[in-house]
């Protein structure tokens, strides 16, 4: 797979994605909240993926 190409930018959102479940799946079963960072940290990472999903779609 050529990289720039529109598979590489789906397999990498997916990766990325993917890191995202394993993160917050890691403490399953802990009460089901959030600190400060893990938060900002995932309100970020969906600002990113909204933005590359955009621009996939512009491209």
């Known amino acids: 797979m050529l990289k720039g190409t529109i598979e590489h930018k789906i ?17 399953a079963g802990a009460p089901g909240r959030l600190d400060a960072e893990a938060l900002m940290k995932l309100l970020r990472l ?3 993926l909204s933005d590359e999903g955009l621009k996939l779609l512009i491209t």
């Open 46 to 48: 969906v600002m990113f």
């Open 11 to 27: 397999v990498a959102l997916h990766a990325r994605k993917r890191q995202l479940a394993d993160n917050l799946l890691e403490g």
